[in-house]
């Protein structure tokens, strides 16, 4: 018989289900947030189109889309790591463009595009073209 049970919880007939992360608030709260974390999880799942275009770059170019994967990893872990209902219900509720926002505000981000400007700026003359040397 026991044999049976274990083999029933196997295939996931058990009701006890460990939480990843338990959610704070109320209910309906809860019951809410729960709706607007899959929707959220969703507008996170563009690593993949992100590593198909990073196979086809330059390897610089492909260093910098593979930063930016790691960057967009950890402010999803961040996001969904939180347990407050109400920051899903108020900061997620209207998705727009958050998780851009999210990346684009990251200093990491930032010191990568800083590069890229750095490294694709023209070269700059050493002379004053306006009065040459007599």
């Not at 338990?22 to 209910?27: A, E, K």
């Not at 492909?62 to 939180?82: H, P, Y």
């Not at 209207?94 to 800083?114: F, S, T």
Request: net charge negative; proline share 5%; with cysteine.
């Amino acid at each position: 018989m026991e044999d049976a049970i274990a083999a029933w919880e196997d295939e996931g007939g058990s009701s006890a289900r460990p939480e990843e992360h338990r959610m704070i608030g109320t209910v309906n709260q809860i019951a809410w947030a729960v709706q607007i974390q899959a929707q959220v999880d969703a507008e996170f799942c563009v690593r993949k189109v992100l590593e198909s275009v990073a196979t086809e770059q330059s390897p610089n170019d492909g260093t910098a889309l593979q930063a930016i994967i790691r960057i967009l990893e950890d402010k999803r872990a961040e996001v969904m790591g939180n347990e407050q209902a109400g920051y899903f219900i108020q900061d997620w509720q209207e998705l727009r463009d958050q998780v851009r926002q999210l990346i684009m505000g990251d200093p990491r981000y930032k010191a990568l595009k800083a590069n890229q400007a750095v490294r694709f700026m023209p070269p700059q003359s050493t002379t004053d073209s306006k009065d040459p040397p007599k």
